[in-house]
């Protein structure tokens, strides 16, 4: 994750400041990985974090936006799901 955002912001140029910031504080605050996520030049990022770092991760974030004058993220948890997966049938589904 971290080896893509660095490609997205120094080979094609498409991250932002506040996205840069974002994802260095993630991975310094103990984020196992991050990155923008979206069309790139705004949007999102992502960051792949243990549920026990989450509330000083978010806090340092908050912290490094307030410290440069950065508008507030927003700032909200998901969790992944379950993939796309083939399932397969003994006899055709009935429709």
Known sequence: MSASHR??????EISTRELDLAV???ADGGALGARMTGGGF???????TPAERIPALRLA???AFGE???RA?????VRPSQSA???????????
């Open 7 to 12: 490609s997205m912001r120094d080979d094609f």
């Open 24 to 26: 260095e504080v993630a």
């Open 42 to 48: 705004g949007g999102s990022a992502i960051a792949l």
């Open 61 to 63: 974030v908050d912290e």
């Open 68 to 70: 440069r004058g950065y």
């Open 73 to 77: 993220p927003e700032t909200f948890v």
């Open 85 to 95: 997966r083939r399932e397969l049938f003994d006899h055709p589904p009935e429709s």
